[in-house]
C-alpha cells in the first residue's frame, strides 16, 4: 500500500516552454499534497503544500506564478512549471499524506520527475 | 533556526552494524522520521518515532530521545544493497518536515 506516482519521470523541453508534472496517490486518499525540488548532493527543498481544494502554500523564496499547482481532488495533484528556464532543471518530487495505513503523519514519496531544459 | 545535522558520510563493513546520528533543533516536535534515498531516486519511508526508545523493524531499528534532540537509525546486518543515503527528517508544530542533508553509507566487502 501507499503508493505514490509521478508522470513522467523524465522531460526534456525548451527554455520558454511550460511542463506539467503530475502526482497521483494510487491505493490511497491523500489530503495534503507536498511538492519538493532537489538538486544534485543537496538536501530536499519543499516548494509547496497543498490540500484537496485550496490553494497551495508556497514557502518563502518559491514563486507561485511560475509553479503552478493544481490539487483537484484527493488523489492528483499537478505541477506546471511555467516558462521554464535552464535554471528551473532539477529533480522535482512529490508526496503525499492521508490515510495510507502506516503512521498518520507519513509522507509517501513518488518517483520523482527529472526535468532538463534545454 | 530550525536545524538537522547527521553526518555526510559513514563507512561500514558488509555483515557488520552501524548508527547514523541525527540531532535536531526545531520549533516544536510532531514525530521523527527516517528515510532511505538511492542515488537519483526519491525517499523511501523507514520508521517514524514519536515517543522516546528504540523502534526495531527487521534489520533496521530507531531511536529516539526527545529531551536530547536526538535519534539513531541502527542497521544491523549490513548488505551491499544498503549502501545509499540515509534522510532524518523531522515533523515541527506546524506539521512541516524539516530535512537533514542526508548520510551516504559506504558499505565495503
Known amino acids: 500500500g501507499a503508493v505514490v506516482s509521478q508522470h513522467p519521470s523524465r522531460v526534456i523541453c525548451k527554455s520558454g516552454t511550460s511542463v506539467k508534472i503530475e502526482c497521483r496517490s494510487l491505493?490511497?486518499?491523500?489530503?495534503?499534497m507536498f511538492w519538493y525540488r532537489q538538486f544534485p548532493k543537496q538536501s530536499l527543498m519543499l516548494m509547496a503544500t497543498s490540500n484537496e481544494g485550496s490553494k497551495a502554500t508556497y514557502e518563502q523564496g518559491v514563486e507561485k506564478d511560475k509553479f503552478l499547482i493544481n490539487h483537484a481532488s484527493l488523489t492528483l495533484s499537478t505541477l506546471t512549471v511555467t516558462s521554464a528556464h535552464p535554471e528551473d532543471s532539477s529533480f522535482y518530487i512529490c508526496?503525499?499524506?492521508?490515510?495510507?495505513?502506516?503512521?498518520?503523519?507519513?509522507?509517501?514519496f513518488g518517483p520523482g520527475t527529472r526535468l532538463l531544459v534545454l | 533556526g530550525q536545524n538537522i545535522d547527521q553526518p555526510t558520510e559513514m563507512t561500514a563493513t558488509e555483515g557488520a552494524i552501524v548508527q547514523i546520528n541525527c540531532t535536531y533543533q526545531?520549533?516544536?516536535?510532531?514525530?521523527l522520521f527516517w528515510y532511505q534515498q538511492h542515488a537519483g531516486e526519491a525517499p523511501t519511508f523507514l520508521s517514524y518515532?514519536?515517543l522516546d526508545g528504540l523502534e526495531e523493524k527487521g534489520r533496521f531499528s530507531s531511536f529516539l530521545s526527545r529531551s536530547k534532540g536526538y535519534s539513531y537509525l541502527l542497521l544491523k546486518e549490513l548488505q551491499m544493497k544498503d549502501s545509499v543515503s540515509y534522510l532524518c527528517a523531522v515533523m515541527d508544530s506546524n506539521y512541516q518536515l524539516i530535512w537533514g542533508a542526508g548520510t551516504k553509507l559506504i558499505i565495503k566487502p
Open positions: 508526496s503525499a499524506r492521508g490515510l495510507a495505513g502506516g503512521p498518520a503523519e507519513t509522507q509517501y
Open positions: 491505493d490511497f486518499q491523500a489530503t495534503t
Open positions: 518515532n514519536v
Open positions: 526545531t520549533s516544536g516536535f510532531n514525530g
